[in-house]
């Protein structure tokens, strides 16, 4: 199916209805091995590509999104929130005032939030995920460079397991410091939490801010994040999306930035 055959997506609209759905399928109970399933009814659209368009650059991002195969090959709802943050208010994410922003997206999945920010930004932007995931975000990647390319931009698609040394390192060997460092609705599995901080703390050094849309879904697990995470980092919400069609709560957006020695 051509991209002409999909309608351009609200990103407002899409993330408050992905998270109505994932929410209420949480307050149902189900269980935690069930987890994936849960998500991947929260999710909407079908196989094929989504389109969404940039008012700020007046330009489209083409996403192919191919389900079956998994969570990580779905838009996700803090992604379109993110997107629609950095399409419609980037000065609330404080960014740092560079000529081009180096920035690290980790978990890209589709690479939605990484190629959307290398076209409204004009940045050098890294897309991280698994092995298995970067055949579809390498397509992604080249299905929108053009017009990435248009607003001064780049992407490049790298292999990061959180927690691995050694591809946190490949990445900082030889290259110039990630400016800031992206993600959205990482934080779902309490397995992964130490391997996230871990690789957080690779990259989130200096003056380099960690950008994170969430939805919450799990009380005890998003507490132990955050928990441990405030003992490493400093963390602000920057954003939070009102929550629509009666929702108690939308998508928020932290701010990361690594803790201060204290002063002698």
């Given at each position: 199916?051509?991209?002409?055959d999909?309608?351009e997506?609200d ?5 408050s209805l992905?998270?109505?759905e994932?929410?209420?399928?949480v307050?149902?109970?189900l269980?935690a091995d ?5 998500l ?6 079908e196989n ?11 330009s489209t991002?083409v ?6 195969q ?5 838009l996700w709802p803090a992604?379109?929130s993110?997107?629609?943050?950095l399409d419609?208010?980037?000065?609330a994410?404080?960014?740092p005032?560079?000529?081009?922003i180096?920035?690290l997206?980790?978990?890209s ?8 920010a290398?076209?409204i930004l004009?940045?050098s932007v ?6 298995h995931v970067l055949?579809?975000?390498?397509f992604?990647?080249?299905?929108n460079a053009?017009?990435v ?5 780049s992407?490049?698609?790298?292999q990061?397991?959180w927690?691995?040394d050694e591809d ?9 410091p990630?400016d800031v ?8 599995y ?6 996230l901080?871990r690789?957080?703390r690779v ?11 969430h939805?919450?879904?799990?009380k005890?697990r998003?507490s132990?994040f955050?928990r441990?995470a405030?003992k490493?980092?400093d963390?602000?919400?920057?954003h ?10 939308g998508?928020?957006?932290?701010r ?9």
């Amino acid at each position: 199916m051509t991209t002409e055959d999909k309608p351009e997506v609200d990103l407002r609209l899409l993330s408050s209805l992905l998270d109505e759905e994932g929410k209420e399928e949480v307050e149902k109970g189900l269980p935690a091995d069930d987890e994936a399933a849960m998500l991947d009814v929260a999710e909407c659209g079908e196989n094929g590509d989504q389109r969404y368009f940039m008012t700020s650059i007046q330009s489209t991002v083409v996403i192919r999104q191919i389900r079956s195969q998994g969570l990580s090959f779905q838009l996700w709802p803090a992604a379109s929130s993110l997107v629609s943050l950095l399409d419609s208010r980037p000065s609330a994410l404080l960014l740092p005032a560079t000529s081009q922003i180096r920035i690290l997206e980790l978990g890209s999945g589709t690479g939605l939030v990484g190629i959307a920010a290398a076209a409204i930004l004009g940045a050098s932007v890294t897309l991280t995920d698994l092995p298995h995931v970067l055949p579809n975000l390498r397509f992604n990647a080249e299905s929108n460079a053009a017009a990435v390319a248009a607003r001064g931009g780049s992407l490049d698609v790298r292999q990061l397991r959180w927690g691995e040394d050694e591809d946190a390192a490949a990445l900082v060997d030889g290259e110039a410091p990630f400016d800031v460092v992206v993600a959205s609705d990482v934080v779902y599995y309490e397995h992964l939490i130490d391997p996230l901080l871990r690789t957080l703390r690779v990259f989130v050094t200096g003056e380099a801010a960690f950008v994170m849309a969430h939805l919450r879904r799990w009380k005890k697990r998003d507490s132990v994040f955050f928990r441990k995470a405030r003992k490493l980092f400093d963390v602000a919400v920057v954003h939070t999306d009102p929550p629509l069609l009666g929702k108690r709560v939308g998508v928020a957006t932290y701010r990361f930035t690594a803790k201060r020695a204290p002063k002698t």
